[in-house]
């Protein structure tokens, strides 16, 4: 059973200079006032990062469901619970 | 010695090793995520308990240090992975200065975070809250916690990119000296997912501690 390698050298050089751009972006975003945008602008942008990083560096894509489910859980588990923390926060 | 191509007794095939220690690693990476699920869930209530005080606490961070360790990560995180690849592909030169590479970036990351923790120090923006800092911001009342959450969360964080630096060292010494080539390529594998996981966290925290003003 070979190991199928989809992911080229030629790959993580495009999803690199995806996440500089990206990160450019986020910090040229913060010179801007974006008052209640700044916190889920933030945010997404850095889910999408992490995104990259995830399918391409770490090859996700090629992996079957056991590994997928552990990726998928603990980002699933955190959510959960800043979810919670925040509707704690919002209904006293 | 150089390894042989061969697997543990107790696989049935060196194919079924590497699958195992994927999804063992892939599994310790989540537990590691799940370590700083607590710092960041505080993160969260304390922004949304004291929106100002953490708007503030933001707005007077070294945001240019923070962004050229982003870009410093990022970086690294590249070359890990290019690193790998390069091994796969038996090119153990390229293999190695990458690893190399990568460790270099990993020592900059945390000479850069020393100096940012430094300015902090010498500023009174300790964990706690207890300075004349806090006293002249006393109506801020989340501050405090604004900067030891910011201690906590990114000293734990700069713990890892220090072990994680030493076992790119170790791997990057294991190509060096010809004892890690294609065949086990997938042990440099399992500390580039580390890794990758190290720069992860720090691309949440960036805008958490540095951007969102």
Redesign the interface.
């Known amino acids: ?3 199928r ?1 989809h ?3 030629r790959t ?2 495009i ?2 200079a995806a ?2 751009v990206l ?1 450019a972006g ?2 040229a ?2 010179l801007v ?1 974006l008052g209640a945008l ?2 889920p602008l ?2 997404g ?2 889910a999408l ?2 995104a990259i ?2 399918l ?4 996700l894509g090629e ?2 469901g ?2 997928r489910l ?2 998928v ?3 699933a ?2 959510a959960l ?2 979810a919670f ?2 509707g ?3 209904l006293r | 010695m150089p390894e042989a191509a061969t697997h543990e007794a107790h696989f049935e ?1 060196l ?1 079924r090793q ?2 195992a220690a ?2 063992g690693t ?2 310790f ?3 590691e ?2 370590l ?3 710092l ?3 993160y ?2 304390g ?3 004291h929106p100002e005080a953490f708007r503030y606490g933001v707005a007077h961070a070294m ?1 240019w240090a923070g ?1 050229v360790n ?2 410093v990560l ?2 690294s ?2 070359c890990i ?2 690193a790998v ?1 390069a091994l ?1 592909a038996d090119r153990r030169r390229l293999a190695g200065a990458l690893t190399g590479l990568t460790l270099v970036l990993a020592v900059a990351f945390l000479a850069l975070k020393g100096y940012e923790y430094h300015h902090h120090l010498a500023h009174g923006q300790v964990p706690g809250g207890r300075s004349a800092y806090f006293v002249e911001h006393a109506e801020l009342t989340g501050l405090p916690a604004f900067f030891t959450l910011y201690w906590i969360t990114t000293g734990t964080h700069a713990v890892h990119v220090t072990v994680g630096a030493a076992v790119l060292a170790f791997f990057g010494l294991s190509i060096v000296r010809g004892r890690l080539r294609a065949p086990r390529a997938h042990r440099l ?1 399992m500390a ?2 580390y890794w ?1 996981l190290v ?2 966290i720090w ?2 925290l ?3 501690y ?4």
């Open positions: 059973m070979k190991r390698l992911i080229t050298p993580l050089w999803a690199f996440l500089l990160a986020s910090w975003s913060s006032p700044a916190v933030g945010l942008v850095a990062k992490v990083v995830g391409v560096f770490m090859d992996h079957g056991g590994v552990a990726a859980v603990a980002p588990f955190l619970m800043i923390m925040l704690d926060v919002w | 095939s194919e590497k699958m994927r999804l892939w599994v990476l989540a537990s995520l799940l700083f699920a607590g960041l869930a505080l969260a209530s922004r949304a308990s945001v962004t982003t870009f990022l970086t995180s590249f992975a290019r690849h796969r594998e580039a997912l990758h720069d992860a691309i949440f960036w805008p958490m540095y951007l969102m003003k």
